[in-house]
């Protein structure tokens, strides 16, 4: 198994430009979700999806959007690309997400998609 | 504001020390993480910790989650330079669908 690929590795972008950074999995997991990781601050969940065709919303959403029309895919899309953008992203996924007292899944990591905004 | 707090920020020691990382909130959960990240890779899966006031032990690495479920520690007994990196703790809250991560300690074990 590949387990969670990511593309690109680094990508700079210049304000207002627009692009989509890739995450698949290949190990049938449910539950993917994108992060962002800016120092100091850990990781802070920007979407997840529970499934196929069900996404929703984390803490910080805005300027960002996802789809889920696979299992294995879950696409991150910014629409118009801001320096506030400037970060460090991560996909995961796991068999369950841990929430509503399930017990949680081991969260797989990808290696992260290094984001320049100029 | 983090929900989860993470102290210390950072940790530098000499290899054979004992050290100890917190993971505070006031929010309860229903299941907390222990991640390990080394630079230019993601976050790994340590343990997982699911009832209040328990204790789990993976080699020197101890973990226990807080009687209300608020709370938790990193115990590393005779640090070691392998144990360099990145620690974070994350939480899924019980009525909700995130799993909320923590500001993160970077510990440095001086061999």
């Known amino acids: 198994n590949a387990g969670v690929t990511q593309t690109p590795k680094f990508q700079v972008l210049k304000t207002g430009q627009s692009m989509t950074l890739q995450c698949a999995q290949d190990m049938n997991h449910e539950y993917m979700s994108w992060y962002r990781q800016d120092p100091g601050m850990g990781l802070r969940l920007i979407h997840y999806?529970?499934?196929?065709?069900?996404?929703d919303q984390g803490e910080v959403p805005n300027g960002y959007n996802v789809s889920r029309s696979t299992t294995e895919d879950f696409p991150l899309r910014l629409l118009s690309a801001a320096p506030s953008q400037t970060s460090v992203y991560f996909c995961?996924?796991?068999?369950?997400?841990?929430?509503?007292?399930?017990?949680?899944?081991?969260?797989?990591f990808g290696p992260g998609t290094r984001l320049l905004v100029l | 504001t983090q929900l989860l707090e993470q102290s210390p920020q950072f940790l530098s020691i000499q290899e054979g020390e004992n050290l100890t990382v917190y993971c505070n909130s006031s929010s309860v959960f229903s299941s907390l993480q222990w991640y390990r990240q080394e630079p230019g890779e993601g976050p790994v899966l340590l343990v997982t910790?699911?009832?209040?006031?328990e204790v789990k032990k993976l080699k020197r690495l101890t973990f226990q989650f807080g009687d209300a479920r608020k709370d938790s520690s990193l115990h590393i007994t005779a640090a070691q330079p392998g144990d360099t990196g990145l620690y974070l703790c994350?939480?899924?809250?019980?009525?909700?669908?995130?799993?909320?991560f923590g500001t993160g300690t970077s510990l440095t074990v001086i061999p």
């Open positions: 999806s529970v499934g196929a065709g069900i996404t």
């Open positions: 995961a996924s796991s068999y369950s997400g841990g929430f509503r007292g399930e017990l949680p899944g081991t969260q797989y």
């Open positions: 994350a939480g899924a809250i019980r009525t909700g669908n995130q799993f909320y």
């Open positions: 910790v699911v009832t209040g006031g």
